[in-house]
């Protein structure tokens, strides 16, 4: 009889926060059972699931007797844990993970924002019949425009952005980057040439196309 595996990851499939611990975990061939929650239906907002998190807020990882939530604590954890010998997300060095650190805050409070407010607008409204804000989704671009001249720069002398490893800082933006190649801001990632490589070749990862599928296969 096949053991239950220890660690859970309770979150949904349309959670950005939720694909990102996926990629992660398959990033680092990890056994785990996916608990999905119910967001449509406030399951992240009652009880039982408050008694792991108290901000009401998906995902949150388990591992033995050890919970977590915030998708970027999580995998900061799992990728220094779990880290395949020769083929880790992060480095040992505290100066070359200084550089890790650094991308990862950029993804977090310069990338991000604008995106959320892109998705929002041009994949989440249409989905509900309602028609995007030609306004916001203009400031929003314009805002991640000028983000998206920093990583092409960088880009331009890096394969990645910490450095000329992939690390768990390029992983962070995968979710968000694939819900805008189907939307009218994908050309803000084609025209730059550095940047669109690298969004195709992360793209492209087998731990990615593994959460897709999954994500294809719940909507099937």
Not at 18 to 23: E, I, Q, W
Not at 105 to 125: R, T
Not at 130 to 155: H, I, N, Q, S
Request: glycine share 4%.
């Amino acid at each position: 009889m096949a053991m239950k595996s220890t660690r859970k990851l309770y979150g949904s499939l349309n959670s950005p926060p939720t694909l990102k611990v996926l990629a992660c975990l398959f990033e680092h061939d990890l056994d785990f059972e996916f608990v999905p929650i119910d967001i449509e239906a406030g399951e992240h907002k009652k009880k039982p699931f408050l008694s792991m998190n108290p901000f009401g807020q998906v995902p949150v990882y388990e591992d033995g007797d050890v919970k977590q939530f915030e998708s970027r604590a999580i995998i900061r954890s799992m990728a220094h844990q779990y880290g395949k010998k020769g083929e880790e997300l992060i480095y040992w060095d505290s100066r070359q993970q200084a550089v890790v650190a650094n991308w990862i805050d950029v993804e977090d409070h310069h990338f991000e924002p604008p995106v959320l407010k892109l998705i929002s607008e041009l994949v989440l409204k249409p989905k509900k019949g309602l028609t995007p804000e030609e306004e916001t989704v203009a400031g929003a671009e314009a805002k991640l425009a000028k983000v998206l001249d920093v990583y092409e720069a960088r880009l331009s002398k890096l394969k990645y952005l910490a450095s000329d490893k992939y690390t768990i800082a390029d992983m962070l933006h995968l979710p968000n980057i694939q819900a805008l190649m189907g939307t009218q801001a994908k050309k803000l990632f084609d025209s730059r040439p550095h940047l669109s490589a690298w969004c195709a070749e992360i793209l492209a990862r087998p731990a990615w196309i593994k959460v897709v599928e999954m994500q294809q296969n719940a909507q099937a």
